[in-house]
Every structure is written in structure tokens, then in C-alpha cells.
């Protein structure tokens, strides 16, 4: 049995094995071709759905509520050989960019060692916020001083990023999942066929809020956007 987290880890989990389960929590498995289907995986791998590559509406419609006058929101995401999840997550923000009027200017990147330059290019490009790939999770200190220097709210799919001095972020709650994930890894040990045991998308979505990156930025939480939103971070 092997729980891969995120798509870089299963793509590497399905190139070492087609026939031990995986159980996996990714970001866009279907997007990815990771599965046929939710309901009929196919293969051996199962799991959970994070629908990260499809909340891109979502997120863009919180940066409205946040930012007056949103005109333009970046997205920083890997190269598609970095990490070929930066195709749907950037496709699917494009597409909601465009239904709700909002310029998006996304910026692909190796690496890390990339960030400074991506972060000149976004405000090049005017973007008042950013959307950031789960990718750079681990790097979110130093984006979040990228991102108050820049004066562009820093949006992510983790809380821990906003802990960190993030503006915002929404996603489907880790924890939730990964306990979840302990159930198809009970019913496979029983038995179950992986192939035909369907792919769960969460039911919710958590929202953080930093009300003192906010405050840095010149923003304000209204009572609308706190009635959205999960927990803020003092």
C-alpha cells in the first residue's frame, strides 16, 4: 500500500508500481489522468480529490471580496515539467478570470531560486493579488515578504501559509482528508479492488483570513467577507 500526497508523488508512485494500491490526495486526478473516472478509477489508484485545480472561481471571487476593484490577479505556478498539475490549476483560474471579468497573468517557474523574478514580473503585469500553486507551500515565509513588498495579496491552498503571512487561503481541509484516506486504506487491506472504488471530492472548503497582512495592505474585512470566512489569523 502506498498514500501519495499531492500529483508529484503519485505520478512517481504509479511509474514504480501498476499493481500495488495507491491511495492518493491530489490535486486534480482526473485532470491529471490519474483515474478514468471518480466513480470508476480503473486502475490502482484510488483515494481522495482535492479539487485544488477547481476552486479557481472561488478564490478569485473571495480576492473580489477582499480587494476593491479587483482588475488583475497573478497566478505563480511550476513549469509543466517541474510539475504538470501547474496545466489544470492555471487552466482552471484562466477560465473563471475570464467568466468573471478579471485579467489573470500567470508566471511559470522552475523552482524557487525563481521567486524574486516572479514576483517583479507579477507587479510588472499589475496583479493585486496572487494565486500560488501548492508547489511552493514550503517557501510561503519568504513569498509572503515577497508579496507585502509588492504590495499583491499572497492567496494559497494551505492554512499554514497565511499562519505564515499569507493574505488568504481556501482549500479543502488536509487533515479532514488525509483522515479519510485511512479508510480506503482499510478497505483495501480487506480486499476492495481499487479500480473500482470511487474517488471522493471534499464537501467543504476552508477559508483563513490575515487580518494583519490585510491591515499592511491597506484592506479591510467587512462583516460580509468574516461571515465567509473560516477563521483569521490575528
Same mark, same amino acid.
Do not use: W
Given at each position: $500500500?502506498?498514500?501519495?500526497?499531492? /500529483?508529484?508523488?503519485?505520478?512517481? &508512485? $504509479?511509474?514504480? /508500481? ?5 491511495? $492518493? ?12 473516472? *471518480? ?11 482535492? $479539487? ?25 505556478? +511550476?513549469? %509543466? +515539467? /517541474? ?15 475570464? &467568466? ?11 523552482? %524557487? ?8 514580473? *507579477?507587479?510588472?503585469?499589475? &496583479? ?9 507551500? %514550503? ?21 499554514? +501559509? ?14 479532514? =482528508? ?10 483495501? =487491506?480487506?480486499? &476492495? ?19 494583519? +497582512?490585510?491591515?499592511?495592505?491597506? *484592506?479591510?474585512?467587512? %462583516?460580509? *467577507? ?9
Amino acid at each position: $500500500m502506498i498514500v501519495a500526497h499531492f /500529483t508529484p508523488a503519485v505520478r512517481a &508512485a $504509479m511509474a514504480a /508500481t501498476k499493481t500495488i494500491p495507491i491511495v $492518493m490526495v491530489a490535486g486534480a486526478p482526473l485532470q491529471s489522468g490519474f483515474i478514468k473516472s *471518480l466513480h470508476e478509477p480503473g486502475g490502482n489508484v484510488t483515494g481522495l480529490s482535492a $479539487m485544488d485545480a477547481e476552486l479557481g472561481g472561488k478564490r478569485i471571487q473571495l480576492l473580489s471580496d477582499l480587494i476593491p476593484k479587483l482588475a488583475c490577479v497573478g497566478v505563480l505556478a +511550476t513549469t %509543466p +515539467t /517541474t510539475d504538470p498539475f501547474s496545466r489544470p490549476f492555471v487552466a482552471d483560474i484562466q477560465a473563471a478570470g475570464s &467568466a468573471l471579468n478579471v485579467r489573470v497573468a500567470p508566471v511559470l517557474i522552475g523552482g %524557487p531560486s525563481e521567486l524574486e523574478e516572479a514576483f517583479s514580473d *507579477l507587479a510588472k503585469e499589475g &496583479a493585486q493579488a496572487v494565486i500560488v500553486q501548492g508547489f511552493f507551500g %514550503p517557501y510561503s515565509k519568504r513569498i509572503a515578504q515577497l508579496a507585502i513588498g509588492h504590495r499583491i495579496g499572497y492567496m494559497s491552498n494551505e492554512r499554514s +501559509t497565511v499562519v505564515d503571512g499569507g493574505l488568504a487561503s481556501m482549500s479543502a481541509s488536509f487533515p479532514l =482528508l488525509y483522515e479519510y484516506a485511512a479508510v480506503y486504506v482499510d478497505k483495501l =487491506l480487506k480486499g &476492495a479492488n481499487p479500480a473500482s472504488l470511487p474517488v471522493e471530492q471534499p464537501s467543504k472548503f476552508q477559508v483563513t483570513v490575515n487580518s494583519k +497582512t490585510a491591515q499592511a495592505l491597506g *484592506l479591510s474585512l467587512s %462583516p460580509i *467577507l468574516l461571515a465567509q470566512v473560516d477563521e483569521v489569523i490575528e
